[in-house]
């Protein structure tokens, strides 16, 4: 089964650095994109970048860029993100998600999501 | 501009159809994708490529698009449908990627 493990919640305070996981199961992990999104009640679902396992091509959003570093270690089908300075603005769920091989550009395989709390 | 706009909310009774509007300048350009998420779970790709069905979803689940609009249409709603529905695509150089605001679909 194709699946997207990632690791567990997350409580943290302003200031402190933070970095959660994404192993990826039954495909070829290095393969296919993996992206980051944020789910929080003010902004919905927020893309915030993504990263090609294989050769470490990555892509953020301008309103993460700068906030986040997304990385990837292909030895242990993992993915990354962290914050090095975190915020309450940080607070919310995070899911890493497949995008999809066709190139089509959607996100076929998303994992059960981690959430952030910062206070 | 890379906004998508869908309605707040979509009410609806069993057995009728319901349909989620999503607009946005760039559109006519690029994919767009659908996806479900109902409470304490994430989203599922419910449509992907403006108007195809991954394997698993059911009929009942269709998209289509009409210049700067597309729209996913539930087919003879059932209250397992209820649930938040959510519209996705890129800008128009394909390289950034944006969600719509979410639609939140009750089943009366």
């Known amino acids: 089964e194709v699946q997207l493990v990632q690791s567990g919640a997350e409580v943290k305070k302003p200031g402190e650095s933070l970095k959660i996981s994404c192993q990826g199961f039954?495909?070829?992990?290095?393969?296919?994109?993996i992206a980051w999104v944020r789910q929080t009640p003010e902004k919905g679902l927020e893309w915030m970048g993504f990263?090609?396992?294989?050769?470490?091509?990555?892509r953020y959003s301008p309103s993460f860029e700068g906030r986040v570093t997304i990385s990837v270690d292909k030895s242990i089908s993992s993915a990354f993100v962290q914050w090095s300075n975190l915020t309450a603005s940080d607070t919310g769920i995070y899911y890493c998600?497949?995008?999809?091989?066709?190139?089509?550009?959607?996100?076929?395989?998303w994992g059960q999501g981690t959430t952030v709390s910062v206070s | 501009s890379s906004e998508l706009t869908q309605p707040p909310s979509v009410s609806v009774s069993p057995g009728q159809t319901a349909r989620i509007t999503c607009s946005g300048d760039a559109l006519p350009q690029q994919y767009s994708f659908w996806y479900q998420q109902k409470p304490g779970q994430a989203p599922v790709m419910l449509i992907y490529k403006d108007t195809e069905r991954p394997s698993g979803i059911p009929g009942r689940f269709s998209g289509s698009t009409s210049g700067t609009e597309v729209t996913l249409t539930i087919s003879g709603v059932l209250p397992e449908d209820e649930g938040d529905y959510y519209c996705?695509?890129?800008?128009?150089?394909?390289?950034?990627?944006?969600f719509g605001g979410g639609t939140k679909v009750t089943v009366l």
């Open positions: 996705q695509s890129a800008d128009s150089s394909g390289k950034f990627y944006v």
């Open positions: 998600v497949r995008k999809d091989g066709s190139g089509s550009g959607g996100f076929d395989v």
């Open positions: 039954g495909y070829r992990f290095n393969n296919f994109w």
């Open positions: 990263i090609y396992p294989e050769d470490s091509d990555f």
